[in-house]
């Protein structure tokens, strides 16, 4: 593996496991094994090598989303699929953790990536919940932005509930019950 790549994937973690305050450059280096120069020769700063590591963490999340929810079957069927679909629970999301990162928040080349990344999700959503209210899957009345907005919510809501409890279980239980929500709504 390239240094590049190397030094990306090492930030990744770091960013996952420890957010950007607790990611030192002398830790990226150490996980990469990759010297000051080289990480230097490559990136202006941490801070830019944060942001291609946030940059290549929502891409990642949104192919994994796309396999869902370009995949075969109903609308329903692929947003079951998207919401029952393996993860890291207590762990969190590569991307959600980032947003109680102080840091991240105040900087905005490091928060873009993040924006965008939750922009793309709902937008992909709100896409899917449109199409199953054509077809008649969902209530003529739902609006599919606001409904894109609450599955996403309810995941990274999840997410914290879960790491909380140290147990996934807050986090399938708000999966199933935003289902029987969505399934459950009378036509």
Request: aromatic share 6%; net charge negative.
């Amino acid at each position: 593996m390239e240094t590049v790549e190397r030094l990306i994937r090492s930030t990744q973690e770091l960013l996952w496991e420890r957010g950007y305050v607790g990611t030192s450059p002398k830790a990226i280096q150490r996980a990469a094994d990759a010297g000051q120069g080289s990480m230097y020769h490559h990136f202006t700063g941490k801070a830019a090598l944060a942001r291609a590591a946030i940059e290549r963490s929502g891409a990642e999340l949104r192919a994994a989303a796309e396999e869902q929810l370009a995949g075969p079957g109903t609308a329903t069927e692929r947003i079951t699929q998207y919401l029952e679909r393996d993860r890291d629970v207590l762990r969190g999301c590569r991307i959600g953790r980032l947003t109680a990162d102080p840091e991240v928040l105040a900087d905005p080349a490091l928060r873009e990536p993040v924006d965008e990344t939750f922009r793309w999700l709902r937008e992909r959503l709100a896409e899917v919940v449109a199409e199953g209210k054509k077809s008649g899957e969902f209530p003529a009345g739902i609006d599919p932005e606001e409904t894109a907005a609450t599955i996403a919510a309810v995941l990274q809501g999840g997410y914290v509930l879960a790491r909380a409890a140290d147990s996934r279980e807050p986090f399938e239980l708000a999966v199933q019950g935003l289902l029987k929500l969505l399934l459950g709504a009378p036509k």
